[in-house]
């Protein structure tokens, strides 16, 4: 089993920033064996992928969130990061944190887009953005 906690969100003015961390842990975990993600829920919608990181680090975004959204990985702290600047309100949902241990060449073809992909996920945190 893998445990994911995310932490770091909270109340943010638009045009701020919020860093957010995910803690991985369990047997099995390794940064060798998980590609990580974010994904967004915000009320009354539907999940959205926003970033995702590699075994060798390479990087993906939701286009709307490039150059604003940042992901990375601490491999000797088993910690996933997402730097969020120019927030804004739209930004508000409870994000999650998502392990994935499936097939390399299915993520690489845009596996790291689907929630449905993923393996393990946290319990969210709630980011707010006012206005």
């Known amino acids: 089993q893998v445990q994911l906690v995310e932490s770091g969100g909270g109340l943010v003015q638009a045009g701020g920033s919020l860093r957010l961390s995910c803690a991985a842990s369990g047997r099995t975990f390794s940064s060798e064996t998980y590609a990580m993600g974010w994904f967004r829920r915000a009320p009354g919608k539907e999940y959205e992928f926003v970033a995702a990181i590699g075994w060798s680090t390479i990087t993906n975004y939701a286009d709307s969130l490039k150059g604003r959204f940042t992901i990375s990985r601490d491999n000797a702290k088993n910690t996933v990061y997402l730097q969020m600047n120019s927030l804004k309100p739209e930004d508000t949902a409870v994000y999650y944190c998502?392990?994935?241990?499936?097939?390399?060449?299915?993520?690489?073809?845009?596996?790291?887009?689907?929630?449905?992909?993923?393996?393990?996920w946290g319990q969210g945190t709630q980011v707010t953005v006012s206005s």
């Open positions: 998502a392990a994935y241990a499936g097939p390399r060449g299915t993520y690489y073809r845009g596996g790291y887009g689907s929630r449905r992909a993923y393996d393990y």
